[in-house]
């Protein structure tokens, strides 16, 4: 039954609190629970059912062509949106391929790519992305941070899509049948640009079960610090230039708008790709 109840707690001090109080509704109440006691604002919406902010995700539309197309001219203004996770199950444009970038000026800069749509993903946030049974059956690129926390937040990623689909009545589904790759997240790119590697001041030292096996060894050596102590390099940091020419390698049969002087390097990297998969 519903039972109103004046707590004399108002909601901004819930909200700002980050700790609200265990023992005001059962005060309140006067009556014993066996709810379970949760730690931190989450953890006191969900004991008392208390509606939660939705979680937003910003999406870009990299093909302009048939963005234009499906959207309506109000939508046409801009090519960035943000939406509820759970409507993506429903957004009107067709997509191929997903770009999930883990920082947004990265995010920011993409270049336009035919069939293609652009996520923030906000660190680990990424894993709410798991359920959104669309994106199951989608070509998926994750580019984060070259550190132990970019490879966490892609297995995050990973584990959380597999997760959802062996609940959904998937059986034996193993990592390698996701359809999720990382992009300049291995050796070679770590090694091509010692120069720019920063210190990661807190590794993320944990057994990541979801990453492919050149991520796994690239991760196994940054926490034995095989390169150097507690490297760290930041997408940001990598040349444009070699960026729009691994997009153009792995999305070969798409348009990634690339210069003229970078189209006969692509077919390069391509290949070196290629060779690492194996």
């Given at each position: 039954d519903d039972v109103g109840v004046g707590v004399?707690?108002?909601?901004?001090?819930?909200?700002?609190?980050d700790e609200a109080p265990p023992n005001?509704?059962?005060?309140?109440?006067?009556?014993?629970?066996?709810?379970p006691q949760?730690?931190?604002?989450?953890?006191?919406?969900?004991?008392?059912?208390?509606k939660t902010k939705p979680e937003m995700v910003r999406l870009r539309?990299?093909?302009?062509?048939?963005?234009?197309?499906?959207?309506?001219?109000?939508?046409?203004?801009?090519?960035?949106?943000?939406?509820?996770?759970?409507?993506?199950?429903?957004?009107?444009?067709?997509?191929?391929?997903?770009i999930i970038c883990e920082n947004e000026m990265s995010y920011l800069c993409l270049p336009p790519i035919s069939n293609t749509i652009a996520i923030f993903g906000s660190?680990?946030?990424?894993?709410?992305?798991?359920?959104?049974?669309?994106?199951?059956?989608t070509d998926i690129i994750y580019w984060g941070d070259l550190d132990t926390h970019g490879f966490a937040i892609l297995n995050a990623l990973r584990l959380s899509m597999l997760r959802a689909r062996l609940m959904a009545g998937e059986k034996e589904l193993r990592v390698t049948q996701l359809k999720v790759r990382?992009?300049?997240?291995?050796?070679?790119?770590?090694?091509?640009?010692?120069?720019?590697?920063?210190?990661?001041?807190?590794?993320?030292?944990?057994?990541?079960?979801?990453?492919?096996?050149?991520?796994?060894?690239?991760?196994?050596e940054l926490i034995a610090q095989r390169h150097g102590q507690h490297l760290r390099l930041e997408q940001e940091r990598i040349p444009y230039d070699e960026v729009l020419?691994?997009?153009?390698?792995?999305?070969?049969?798409?348009?990634?708008?690339?210069?003229?002087?970078l189209r006969?390097?692509?077919l390069f990297m391509r290949d070196m790709l290629a060779r690492q998969r194996q």
């Amino acid at each position: 039954d519903d039972v109103g109840v004046g707590v004399g707690v108002d909601t901004q001090r819930i909200v700002l609190n980050d700790e609200a109080p265990p023992n005001t509704m059962e005060s309140a109440l006067a009556l014993p629970t066996t709810l379970p006691q949760e730690q931190g604002l989450s953890g006191f919406t969900r004991r008392w059912g208390f509606k939660t902010k939705p979680e937003m995700v910003r999406l870009r539309f990299l093909d302009e062509q048939q963005f234009t197309a499906q959207s309506s001219a109000y939508l046409a203004l801009s090519r960035e949106i943000a939406l509820e996770i759970n409507s993506l199950e429903q957004l009107q444009v067709p997509f191929a391929h997903v770009i999930i970038c883990e920082n947004e000026m990265s995010y920011l800069c993409l270049p336009p790519i035919s069939n293609t749509i652009a996520i923030f993903g906000s660190g680990y946030a990424v894993a709410h992305l798991g359920p959104i049974t669309r994106l199951h059956r989608t070509d998926i690129i994750y580019w984060g941070d070259l550190d132990t926390h970019g490879f966490a937040i892609l297995n995050a990623l990973r584990l959380s899509m597999l997760r959802a689909r062996l609940m959904a009545g998937e059986k034996e589904l193993r990592v390698t049948q996701l359809k999720v790759r990382s992009m300049l997240m291995d050796r070679a790119t770590l090694k091509r640009h010692q120069e720019y590697v920063v210190t990661e001041k807190e590794q993320r030292v944990t057994a990541l079960l979801c990453l492919l096996q050149e991520e796994q060894c690239c991760y196994q050596e940054l926490i034995a610090q095989r390169h150097g102590q507690h490297l760290r390099l930041e997408q940001e940091r990598i040349p444009y230039d070699e960026v729009l020419l691994a997009l153009q390698a792995l999305l070969p049969e798409e348009h990634v708008e690339v210069p003229e002087h970078l189209r006969r390097d692509a077919l390069f990297m391509r290949d070196m790709l290629a060779r690492q998969r194996q």
